[in-house]
């Protein structure tokens, strides 16, 4: 019963991040229609990198395995890993998130990331206020890229 809870809970998330990225590309004018998520990733040479995927057509239902919600305050979380493959989904405050090749990434309200930097430097996440995510847990085997479907595109 608690997997199929949760299993809600990721859906709900994962659909209310689709239709707040719609709605903005609507409203603004300027994006496409439909969900882009930024990827944070790490290469063959253990240098992690940014990348903005959109999401073609309607995936396929994601193979959570477990949510996490948490809440921290403002300040930097200096190099790290993802402890695991995982989305998150900032539901209140500012972030930019900074790799090892140099890019950084502003992540606001509504942004949903993936993160699959298992290895290499990581990542930096500089809290620029208070913020609140929300953590929807993958497989190890699951492929970002084959379930999104669109071409990425650098930072």
């Known amino acids: 019963m ?7 809970i990721a859906g709900g998330a994962v659909l209310t991040a689709l239709l707040a990225t719609r709605a903005e590309a609507q409203a603004g004018g300027t994006k496409s229609a ?4 930024i990827r944070i990733f790490t290469d063959a040479d253990g240098v992690s990198h940014i990348q903005r995927v959109p999401v073609v057509g309607l ?34 405050g500012d972030i930019v998130g900074e790799v090892s090749d140099g890019s ?7 942004d ?19 913020v609140a995510n929300l953590f929807i ?19």
């Open 2 to 8: 608690e997997a199929s809870r949760r299993t809600v």
């Open 34 to 37: 439909g969900m882009e998520v």
């Open 137 to 155: 847990l993958m497989p190890p085997d699951f492929d970002f890229l084959e379930w999104a479907g669109g071409t990425p595109q650098p930072v």
């Open 59 to 92: 995936p396929k239902p994601l193979p959570v395995v477990g949510v996490r919600a948490n809440a921290i305050a403002m300040g930097v979380e200096n190099w790290h890993h993802a402890p695991q493959k995982l989305f998150t989904i900032n539901t209140a």
């Open 112 to 130: 949903l990331v993936y993160l699959e930097d298992l290895t290499g430097k990581g990542h930096v996440t500089h809290l620029l206020t208070d």
């Open 104 to 110: 950084k990434v502003p992540i606001g309200k509504g």
